[in-house]
């Protein structure tokens, strides 16, 4: 990353840039990449030492809802994830740019400011913009900031309103705190990747970093608490998240199924633990998704199908039947469901009332009408603007 991408430190070694004055406080209207009027957080200020996924999922939401980001950045290398690519975002000149559309996708809303943490002058600056923050976020190791004098025991010792949010791996506390944690490892470390997957296969993670994703949307919860908090009683807190942890808590009910019975929980694909059907279905053109909630729905789902008797039949009438006889059910739906088109399936189930719907490519998804009416789709300014 060139220095020259971000707002620049200002003589006295304040942020300065295109929405900072000559002391680095922020100027100018917040408007969204919509050119929509200013959000509900706007006027806080959140100094971000965080990077990659997580921590830039937390503060891309606050920026999004009006809160001005200061994004903390090594001078030479940038966000790590600035170079995760191809595919890389494509200049003026149509030519790709050296900004991947990863970092693209958790960074808009808001400042880049190049600043080498690691030097003194650099602590400094990071003092001066936190003195003046409502909210840091920070995604080092338990402890990796401590030697900076930027560690939350500090800061909040320094400015006892703030709200200090720290994201990592296992969290502050616990044995596993020093290790380092990554997405996948908290897919992994959680249960989730045990059950995910084919029965028969390897454990299979996510598609996206999911446990970012979500601890990132957790952060942003929590900081909202923390600031009605701080409204009621004038204090600051220190939010101590961890991937792990949030993998854990989306567990929901099999995690819960698993403390109720004490058994272990099995891999099913894509089938549903205690519902049947409620999976995906191969049709003659694709698949679609099938998701039976009662009984009710599943006599209609038969009367579509042709076959009306497998409603009434005692090894299926009931959702307990359905699972407790869905190895031989399953395979007599799949016969049925396979020589229909996905729009016979999809329309047919829909003018049913049963719960159903395409398996989208992700070019699909972004092009049906339904993502365009809710405006899924929001274009920068410009590759390595992002207002």
């Known amino acids: 990353m060139a220095a020259s991408k971000g707002p620049q430190p200002a003589s006295d070694g304040s942020p300065k840039g295109p929405h900072t004055g000559s002391d680095g406080s922020p100027k100018g209207p917040h408007t969204c990449p919509d050119g929509s009027p200013k959000g509900p957080l706007d006027g806080l200020i959140v100094l971000d ?3 990659i996924l997580a921590g830039p999922t937390c503060t891309q939401v606050l920026g999004d809802m009006g809160a001005t980001i200061i994004k903390i950045e090594h001078p030479e290398r940038g966000d790590d994830t600035r170079t995760w690519g191809p595919p890389f975002a494509t200049g003026d000149d149509g030519q790709p740019t050296d900004l991947s559309s990863y970092f693209m996708s958790t960074n808009r809303n808001k400042l880049s400011v190049a600043v080498d943490i690691a030097t003194p002058e650099g602590q400094a600056i990071i003092r001066q913009i936190a003195a003046r923050a409502d909210i840091v976020i920070e ?3 338990p402890g990796g900031l401590d ?5 939350h025991g500090t800061i909040l010792n320094a400015h006892p309103s703030l709200i200090y949010c720290s994201i990592s791996g296992y969290g502050q506390t616990g044995p596993n705190r020093n290790k380092p944690g990554y997405d996948l490892m908290a897919q992994g470390y959680s249960g989730i990747m045990s059950l995910t997957g084919e029965a028969d296969g390897a454990p299979v993670k996510v598609a996206v970093g999911i446990a970012d994703v979500v601890t990132g949307m957790y952060a942003a919860v929590g900081i909202l608490a923390a600031l009605h908090h701080r409204t009621q009683t004038g204090q600051g807190q220190h939010i101590d998240l961890s991937l792990v942890d949030t993998s854990l808590a989306w567990m929901i009910n099999e995690g819960v199924a698993h403390l109720t019975t004490g058994k272990p929980r099995q891999r099913r694909g894509n089938q549903h633990a205690t519902i049947v059907p409620y999976q995906t279905f ?3 053109d694709g698949f679609v ?10 006599a209609r789902f038969c009367d579509f199908l042709g076959r009306p008797d497998l409603a009434t039949d005692p090894r299926f009438a009931t959702n307990p039947a359905r699972l407790e006889h869905r190895d031989t059910l399953i395979p007599i739906l799949e016969a049925l469901m396979a020589a229909q088109s996905q729009a016979d399936i999809v ?3 829909e003018a049913r009332k049963v719960p159903v719907g395409p398996v989208h490519t992700v070019e ?3 092009a049906s009408d339904q993502a365009q009416a809710r405006e899924m789709r929001i274009d920068l300014p410009k590759a390595g603007i992002n207002r």
């Open 289 to 298: 998704l099938v998701a039976v909630g009662n009984n009710l729905q599943y």
């Open 364 to 366: 699909q998804a972004f």
């Open 282 to 284: 191969a049709c003659a």
């Open 147 to 151: 030697k900076y004098q930027l560690d």
């Open 139 to 141: 995604n080092f190791k």
């Open 49 to 51: 030492l965080s990077r």
């Open 347 to 349: 329309n047919g189930l």
